[in-house]
């Protein structure tokens, strides 16, 4: 099975890229976002737990952000692979979720990390914020994303870095170029 990781700043496109390399490869997306919202819309036990906490105004644990990923790959069981798009999102998620592969007696394949200067993602994302109407994503919001994206991940970075599953993919030019050079990392590997 392979379990290839996503990684990119806000605005990177890795959403998109993640999209059509499980189309490409017959994997499954998987992006913790959509998983939450199917849980508590599917009314699982996991769901409910989910729900409560979000009404709460919370966020929802690593802890149990780990346990239902571990849920969707038991579900997924004989899939090809999967691509995990936003998450894991900190040091403490990625060593939990090794854990858990280990666990199910899989590892991580391949960490692709997409690689966008900042003036090109701000320019990105407030182009994205015109086109949907929010207001709220304005310049100095973005910068401050990018911030906490860049302090977050960097440990991400090197922590597959030194695992040697990481490679940085220039993530400037049309998607399909990029997704060229996404798919030519994976089939290198």
Known sequence: MYNLILFGPPGAGKGTQAVKIAEKYNWIHISTGDILRAEVNQGTALGLKVKAIMEAGQLVSDELLVEIMESVFVRHALVKGFVLDGFPRTL????????????????????LSLDVDEEELVKRLLKRAQDQGRKDDTEEVIKNRLIQYHQHTKPLIDYYREQKLLKEVIGVGSVDDIFTTLCLAIDAN
């Open 92 to 111: 403490n998620q990625a060593k939990a979720l090794d854990k858990m592969l280990e666990k199910l007696g899989k590892k991580v394949t391949l960490v």
